[in-house]
């Protein structure tokens, strides 16, 4: 008899209340509530996107030179705009969804005084 093992790893649904980031080709790009509590951002935060030389993906909180996050009205979310940065991050990953979402560790790797999170792009979530 074969068993097939479901659990968090390799389901596309998420639960409530994961740390997630998601990324849509049209450029609404969204920050779960979960994460933007663990991480303590909010409305007119800035966040940029960044990669490091062995392909990992990363989020920096506080450039000044990121994304402006928004909080939509009736949202527990916070989302930024950019149809560029979804589709460069989508294309490196050979995703060819129109969105996909990834769980965010919010224990930072702190490098040069800087806080990095690292998405973990092996188990992507699937749009809806």
Same mark, same amino acid.
């Given at each position: ?37 663990? @991480? ?8 940029? *996107? ?16 990121? !994304?402006?996050?928004?909080? =939509?009205?009736?949202?527990?979310? @916070? *989302? !930024? ?7 460069? *991050? ?33 188990? =992507? *979530?699937?749009?809806?």
């Amino acid at each position: 008899m074969g068993f097939t093992k479901f659990n968090a790893s390799n389901m596309e649904a998420t639960r409530q209340g994961d740390c997630t980031i998601r990324f849509a080709r049209c450029g609404k790009n969204t920050v779960s509530k979960a994460l933007a509590t663990a @991480l303590n951002i909010k409305d007119g935060d800035k966040l940029s *996107i960044v990669q490091d030389d062995e392909t990992d993906w990363h989020l920096l909180l506080g450039d000044n030179e990121g !994304f402006t996050l928004r909080k =939509p009205k009736d949202a527990g979310c @916070l *989302i !930024f705009q950019s149809t560029a940065m979804a589709r460069t *991050i989508l294309d490196a990953l050979d995703h060819e969804d129109e969105s996909i979402g990834f769980r965010v560790v919010t224990t930072p790797q702190k490098i040069d005084g800087e806080e990095y999170y690292l998405l973990l792009t092996a188990g =992507p *979530i699937k749009g809806r």
